[in-house]
């Protein structure tokens, strides 16, 4: 039961097409283009009010479309009033101490973020300050990327993966049982 943090990294890698090769005996070198280009997205599940940790934009639950950062991100359904910020010493920083349940079904259920079709890095943080013995199994598109329960030594589970988009979305949802995203 937490924040969750997102991270999405993708490089690209495109070569243009050679010239014609000139009349002659000479052979032109291929002429190649290296782009690379990265999309970062670090969102913390947090109450509006929230302050919002450096680096990272605000998800206070709304259904999903355009939001801050010029990112498209949300929910299935409108999320709000599950947010919650503990303002606990326990927790590690702002990240970890403010979080979004993640049912396993109906409202609420899906998280969505718009990307291009890729590969890419995603990282996700479950838990609670508060509450132990929470299980977090989420999965990130239908792959499961964590998987435990929390215990009072180990308050926060991560877990992070190699991730396929191929329909322009990140999709997370829980595996079973009520189960948070977190930093």
């Known amino acids: 039961s937490r924040d969750q943090s997102v991270q999405a990294r993708r490089r690209v890698t495109a070569a243009r097409r050679p010239p014609k090769r000139p009349a ?7 002429a190649r ?25 605000a998800d206070a639950g709304r259904a999903y479309g355009p939001a801050s950062g010029g ?13 919650v910020d503990r303002n606990l010493a326990l927790s590690k920083d702002q990240r970890y101490d403010t979080f979004n349940t993640l049912p396993t079904s109906g409202a609420g259920s899906v998280w969505e ?33 964590v998987n435990t329960t929390t215990t009072s030594t180990a308050r926060w589970a991560e877990g992070t993966k190699t991730i396929t988009v ?10 079973t049982a009520r189960s948070s995203p977190a930093a």
């Not at 002659?24 to 291929?30: D, R, S, W």
């Not at 283009?33 to 934009?57: D, E, I, K």
């Not at 990112?71 to 947010?83: E, F, K, M, P, V």
């Not at 191929?166 to 595996?175: F, N, V």
């Open 33 to 57: 283009v290296l782009m690379s280009a990265a999309v970062t997205a670090h969102v913390n599940f947090q109450p509006a009010p929230a302050p919002v940790p450096a680096g990272y934009v």
């Open 166 to 175: 191929a329909d322009g979305r990140l999709t997370i949802r829980a595996r």
């Open 24 to 30: 002659g005996p000479v052979e032109p070198l291929e």
């Open 71 to 83: 990112l498209t991100y949300g929910w299935n359904a409108a999320h709000t009033a599950t947010a």
């Open 113 to 145: 973020l718009a990307l291009p079709n890729g590969v890419y890095q995603v990282h996700v943080v479950c838990g609670d300050p508060a509450q132990t013995g929470r299980v977090c199994k989420v999965n990130v598109e239908n792959v499961l990327t």
